[in-house]
């Protein structure tokens, strides 16, 4: 039997198609290269050795799916492929209704065709919205202030009904926190297009020389120091989670949503200090408004995925930072 990765060559599933052919799982990855490139493939069977079966082509094509379901005993699907630029969903809603909503309902069709009945799917902090008291639990309600962000609710609730209707169906619903970090290897890794949007990635090309300075957008929230705070994971760390989210899935049938977060908040500055630290790099900065949709805290109570899962997150934020500066290093980001 082998499970499906969509958006498997892309930053987080990139790492966990490591992680499962590492853990002794037969991968087979869908991507459209919207966001990625093909030379992650090449990447991936170097880091492990092992060639993955790859079709080149998007979710919302019922014939590709069929395909794919039909050359292979698609167990399980752990789904990755969806937009996912905040900013972007605000200009170009419609795009991210039909690519992150439309894609999902069309593969669980597909599934549902080949009687496949497990899940996992990219969630993220963002459905806790903005009137939630952190740490964020998974009983909290959930709400978005973003096209993107509505797309994870309600893909959220169609995995609901989907496990109301069959009581065989198994849905974890993985909520991320803040992903960075890479590979060791410095083989694969965050590879943006243009601008960055998140703070890691324009970190790393302010420490490049690539643009001049990062804005730090606002420090006059009540915080430690008055920058906003994250929960920031390893994405090593994010992608062992979904190892044992798939183990979790095999053994439960009905829905779960499941915080995949360390518990612990860093603030924009210390993450700065952090990378100025493991690199040895000044990140000259300034001081702007805040950005708009911002939060002041965001971080996870990150006891549930312990208890179900017995997993929780081993690296930390120098770790992180070594890790992402190792991955721009080597890609001449940096
Ligand atoms: P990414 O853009 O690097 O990876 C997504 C991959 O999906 C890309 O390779 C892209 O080419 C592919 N894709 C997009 N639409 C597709 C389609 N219709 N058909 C086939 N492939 C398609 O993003 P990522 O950071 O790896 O995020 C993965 C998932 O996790 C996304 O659903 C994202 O919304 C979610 N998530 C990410 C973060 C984060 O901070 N990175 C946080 C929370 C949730
Ligand atoms: N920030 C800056 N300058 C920048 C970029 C970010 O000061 O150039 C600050 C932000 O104001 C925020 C913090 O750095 O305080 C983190 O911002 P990111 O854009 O890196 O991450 P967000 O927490 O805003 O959002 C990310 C993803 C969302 C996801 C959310 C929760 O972009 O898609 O994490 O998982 F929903």
Redesign the pocket.
Known sequence: MSVLVTGGTGFIGSHTAVQLAQAGEDIVIIDNFSNSKPEVLGKLKTITGKEMRFYEGDIRDGTVLDKIFSENAIEAVIHFAGL???GESVEKPLEYYENNVGGTVNLLEAMKRRGCKKMIFSS????YGNDNPVPFVEDMSTSAINP??WT?VMIEHILESVCASDPEFSAVLL??????GAHKSGLIGEDPQGI????????MKVAAGELPY?????AD?DTVDG????DFIHVVDLADGHVAALRYARAHAGVEAVNLGTGKGT??FE?VSAVEKVTGIKIP?EV?G??T????I?YADASKAKRLFEWKAKRGIEEMCEDSARWALKNKIL
Do not use: E, Q
């Open positions: 996912k630029a905040v993220s902090a963002t459905v993107y962000g994870k909520r991320y926190f803040n992903p960075i960055p949007n998140n703070l890691m990635p324009y970190i990062l804005r730090v957008y606002g929230y920058t906003g705070v994250r603030s924009v993450l900065y702007v805040r950005r949709g911002d939060i002041a965001c």
